[in-house]
């Protein structure tokens, strides 16, 4: 909280500091105030578009903020897809194509986005829009591996949405 206080006493003194913002939006998003975070790295995006970092932190806070039930079903949605988003820039931007986080929380997001579709709720409910996210979620865990085969906790989320996508589509091999 000490941080945030000083962070935002320089922020806004220069509004153009790339790393003070950079640090704010990284203390916001660890005291869990995600609508925060997701501010503060905007304008780092805005100030320095090339930032995978600032993308992906983003895109945490977003992930978080779809999985709130104090947010409507629409704004869940705007989260999630804006957290897919996010994550995709911050993929496209990286150039170390051994890490894995992006891919990691990439495929998290698209299977917490094909658990939103599944609920029945007026306006949410997509089996085709589900089904596309598992698939998803399937592809980005299994490109994990690919990397690293050594990540159990990837293998019980690939196989929790291989399992899942059977469940729905039927197709129990």
Known sequence: K??????????????????????LGYSYYHSDNYKKSIIAYTKVIELKPTDASAYYYRARAKAYLGKDNQQSAADKEKCLLGAIYDFTKAIEINTDPT?????????IAYRDYALFKLQPA????????????????????KKVLSIDPSRTDISVLLDASKEKLADITGNRH
């Open 2 to 23: 000490t941080a945030i206080q000083q962070l935002e006493k320089g922020c806004f003194k220069d509004s153009s500091n790339v790393e003070a913002l950079w640090m």
């Open 99 to 107: 890490d894995v986080k992006f891919y990691q929380n990439r495929g």
């Open 122 to 141: 007026p306006h949410v409910f997509d089996k085709t829009r589900c089904i596309n996210a598992l698939k998803a979620s399937v592809s980005e865990s």
